[in-house]
């Protein structure tokens, strides 16, 4: 299974970005894909999660309103829009996925990882 993130990059508080992450050689029918963020010195907190058949996600209360997860299926990849970013958000951006559809906020239930892309936002 390969996983593989990009579109990170360095914005102003306010700003937007979006994150694309694509997968591959995943045999499940149907499977959840998640996205994490890692502070420096900081734990890996679940952002968004979304599952693949039907859409349904799962947000962390901190980006509410402001991120969007979605899924485009025909290309396997899913998206992290993320706007009104704030300086808090600055992080290392994980995209990860499991072979089960459950939309688990945890990162100790999901398989496979990316390698992780930058998000730095300035005040």
């Known amino acids: 299974v390969q996983v593989v993130e990009s579109g990170g990059g360095s914005v102003q508080a306010g700003g937007s970005l979006r994150l694309s992450c694509t997968t591959s050689?995943?045999?499940?029918?149907?499977?959840?894909i998640g996205w994490f963020r890692q502070a420096p010195g900081k734990e890996r907190e679940g952002v968004a999660a979304i599952r693949r058949s039907d859409g349904r996600t799962y947000y962390a209360g901190f980006v509410k309103g402001r991120f969007t997860i979605s899924s485009d299926n025909a290309k396997n990849t899913v998206y992290l829009q993320m706007n009104s970013l704030k300086p808090e958000d600055t992080a290392v951006y994980y995209c990860a996925t499991r072979n089960s559809a459950w939309r688990s906020p945890h990162s100790y239930e999901y398989a496979y990882w990316g390698q992780g892309t930058q998000v730095t936002v300035s005040s």
């Open positions: 050689g995943i045999t499940s029918a149907d499977y959840a």
